[in-house]
């Protein structure tokens, strides 16, 4: 099998997931993580899922490049939209 360039190879981190880890911990607040919490006691499925990786992080436990970037990733839209989404009109 030919490896390509453009392709991460198999265990390797996106290059990109340093940049959302970085992220992560200047945006993460421990407010963010107790909503997370309460959320994911109601059984939001995007709240269980950031709440365990921000707790994963907050304790130094090893996350992968897919939940990192995810977390990353609902933090910024969090912080940058305020609920201001297509399917709120």
Do not use: Q
């Not at 607040?29 to 990786?53: H, K, M, Q, V």
């Amino acid at each position: 099998m030919i490896e390509s360039r453009e392709t991460l190879k198999e265990g390797e981190c996106h290059p990109g997931a340093h940049i959302a880890y970085r992220y992560i911990k200047l945006n993460a607040s421990p407010t963010l993580l107790e909503s997370l919490a309460s959320c994911a006691l109601s059984g939001n499925r995007l709240a269980e899922i950031c709440y365990e990786t921000l707790r994963r992080i907050n304790n130094n436990e090893i996350v992968s490049d897919r939940y990192l970037m995810g977390l990353a990733w609902f933090i910024y839209d969090l912080n940058n939209n305020r609920g201001k989404h297509e399917s709120d009109n």
